[in-house]
């Protein structure tokens, strides 16, 4: 069994338990189509998942399959405490995209009452949230937004 393999185990485990699911809870909320045997016998690293398969299990738990792969890819950011976005250099950028973060970002400095108009702090859970809007996980918000230019600083990790 290879590292990799008990690291994906790893994560599938971990995303059952997080919804609350036993094996058994897994077969019986699909309906059977998730045999108990073989979702352990991956979570074990015991067998081999295909790329389609996996899909389907990232479908079913109603996660995106990037949260299913383990190591430091999508979704292992959550960890982060804040980004800092540069508010000028949102505003000057066209596009529909950037007007969901540049609505959301006004929304928080509304609500902090932060009006300094050159940067903004989104923490964890603002990431989060704008993440869904996007239908990314934060990680993957991360990295639009640097594809936007529009980071100031990169994640600070706790």
């Not at 809870?25 to 979702?39: D, F, L, N, P, Y």
């Not at 996996?54 to 996660?63: D, G, I, K, W």
């Not at 006004?106 to 932060?114: A, C, L, N, V, Y």
Request: proline share 4%; glycine share 10%; charged share 25%.
């Amino acid at each position: 069994m290879s590292d990799y393999a008990k690291a994906l185990g790893a994560r599938l485990r971990a995303i059952r338990q997080q919804q609350g699911l036993s094996l058994q809870g897994v077969e019986e909320k699909s309906g059977g189509r998730w045999k108990a045997v073989v979702v352990g016998s991956y979570e074990r690293g015991d067998r081999a998942v295909t790329v389609a398969r996996l899909n389907e299990l990232a479908e079913f738990y109603r996660v995106p399959i990037a949260e299913l792969l383990p190591g430091d890819g999508p979704g292992r950011h959550e960890g982060a405490s804040k980004v800092v976005i540069d508010l000028e250099r949102l505003e000057q950028l066209p596009g529909d995209e950037l007007g969901a973060v540049q609505r959301f970002a006004r929304s928080i400095q509304q609500q902090r009452g932060d009006y300094n108009g050159r940067v903004l702090s989104i923490r964890a859970d603002d990431l989060r949230t704008l993440a869904i809007v996007f239908d990314l996980s934060p990680a993957g918000l991360i990295e639009k937004l640097t594809e936007w230019n529009v980071l100031v600083a990169t994640p600070i990790r706790p």
